[in-house]
T-cell receptor
Framework: DGGITQSPKYLFRKEGQNVTLSCEQNLNHDAMYWYRQDPGQGLRLIYYSQIVNDFQKGDIAEGYSVSREKKESFPLTVTSAQKNPTAFYLC??????????FGPGTRLTVT | ELKVEQNPLFLSMQEGKNYTIYCNYSTTSDRLYWYRQDPGKSLESLFVLLSNGAVKQEGRLMASLDTKARLSTLHITAAVHDLSATYFCAVDLTQGGSEKLVFGKGMKLTVNP
């Protein structure tokens, strides 16, 4: 069993706190992605990484940071600089030129 | 900038009926993906369309891609309640050696008995 694991499923934080969302995969894919989904909206790309120790900003990177120290892991930190952090966060993995597979998601609520 | 538009965004239909939904995109791409999302859940891959004229079918759903018209369609045949979900199309954008997907806003489908 395995595939793509995101933890936790639900996360609650106070405003002003940084929080790190986990994404782990055992599919041996090089590319990993972080998306944000707001109610009734499509997915917006936050950051992506096509190889270990390298990552690029997506369309809405402000207030977020990532690292890619291992092929299996691509954690996302939501910093206090992110103005509206409450959202559903989805991690995806993929191969070059192919489709992306999505993890189960983390629902973050900041109050 | 690549824009992906889905039409319609909301659809309520009766069981047993047929319908076609559309996904238009603004710049050249040869790869398009359809995903399904159930409420509160993640995205599930439905179809991968990798070339002009590609047609894929799975059960009551059939997807096609016309890269010249920059259009993909998702046809629903004899809808059943279990098809109720939100359907996203996503277009591959490869620029400067980087590859990413650009998603439409999604079409929320409700199939009524």
């Amino acid at each position: 069993d395995g595939g793509i694991t995101q933890s936790p499923k639900y996360l609650f934080r106070k405003e002003g706190q940084n929080v790190t969302l986990s994404c782990e995969q055992n599919l041996n894919h090089d590319a990993m992605y972080w998306y944000r989904q707001d109610p009734g909206q499509g997915l917006r790309l936050i950051y992506y990484s096509q190889i270990v120790n390298d990552f690029q900003k997506g369309d809405i990177a402000e207030g977020y940071s990532v690292s890619r120290e291992k092929k299996e892991s691509f954690p996302l930190t939501v910093t206090s600089a992110q103005k509206n952090p409450t959202a559903f966060y989805l991690c995806a993995v993929g191969v070059w030129g192919g489709e992306q597979y999505f993890g189960p998601g983390t629902r973050l609520t900041v109050t | 900038e690549l824009k992906v538009e889905q039409n319609p965004l909301f659809l309520s239909m009766q069981e047993g009926k047929n319908y076609t939904i559309y996904c238009n995109y603004s710049t050249t791409s040869d790869r398009l993906y359809w995903y399904r999302q159930d409420p509160g859940k993640s995205l599930e891959s439905l179809f991968v369309l990798l070339s002009n004229g590609a047609v894929k079918q799975e059960g009551r759903l059939m997807a096609s891609l016309d890269t010249k018209a920059r259009l993909s369609t998702l046809h629903i045949t004899a809808a059943v309640h279990d098809l109720s979900a939100t359907y996203f199309c996503a277009v591959d954008l490869t620029q400067g050696g980087s590859e990413k997907l650009v998603f439409g806003k999604g079409m929320k489908l409700t199939v009524n008995p």
